[in-house]
Every structure is written in C-alpha cells, then in structure tokens.
C-alpha cells in the first residue's frame, strides 16, 4: 500500500508563497512510472485539478494557476513539490497530492494539507 503525506500548508497572505511537499512510501520503480498531481478543494466545492506532471516531465496546470504555481518531481527521493506564488484568497483550500497510473489503473491520495490565504 503506498501512502503519501503532504507538508508545507500554512496561512499566508495574500501575494506571498508557499512550498507544498509530497513524499511517497512507494518504491522508486513505482513511483518513476506513476504520474502526479497536486488537487484542491474548497468548502462547498468540487475536488479540482492544479497541476499535474507525466513520467516524462510534462506539466498541466489549471487555468487560474498558470504562471503562479509550478510543480516538480524528484524521482531519487520519490517527493513531488508544488511552488506557489503570487497567492490570492480564492486559492485557500485542502491541497491533496496523488500518485497515479492509468496504464497500471491505480491511484493513491494523501490526506491533504490546509492552505489558507488571507487578503
């Protein structure tokens, strides 16, 4: 079973940045075949995307994060990481990092981590 833990929340304010950091109990060799993602989700909403990054490196982001935020991947050390700038109310939530492989059809979620942003 893989488990994943998220760090890094906070309450910072409005304009400021913070640094979520995700590590996974999985094996190297799982971990270097799966992709990850960093989700959100805001009471009374629905889980969203942010960011999400392929084996190969490639980065997804959702609209309202582009140019803000930038996700990264260390695959010696199975962590993936989720910087973020330029913070602004509208992105306080639980942040929930994933390791997943639709090829191998499976997916691990972490617990998630508060981010609060205050204007």
């Known amino acids: 079973q893989v488990q994943l833990v998220e760090s890094g929340g906070g309450l910072v304010q409005a304009g400021g940045s913070l640094r979520l950091s995700c590590a996974a109990s999985a094996s190297r060799s799982v971990f270097s075949i799966s992709a990850v993602g960093w989700y959100r989700q805001a009471p009374g909403n629905q889980r969203e995307m942010v960011a999400t990054i392929t084996t190969g490196g490639s980065r997804n982001y959702a609209d309202s994060v582009k140019g803000r935020f930038t996700i990264s991947r260390d695959n010696a050390k199975n962590t993936v990481h989720l910087q973020m700038n330029s913070l602004k109310p509208e992105d306080t939530a639980v942040y929930y990092c994933?390791?997943?492989?639709?090829?191998?059809?499976?997916?691990?979620w972490g617990q998630g981590t508060q981010v609060t942003v205050s204007s």
């Open positions: 994933s390791l997943y492989s639709a090829q191998y059809g499976y997916d691990y």
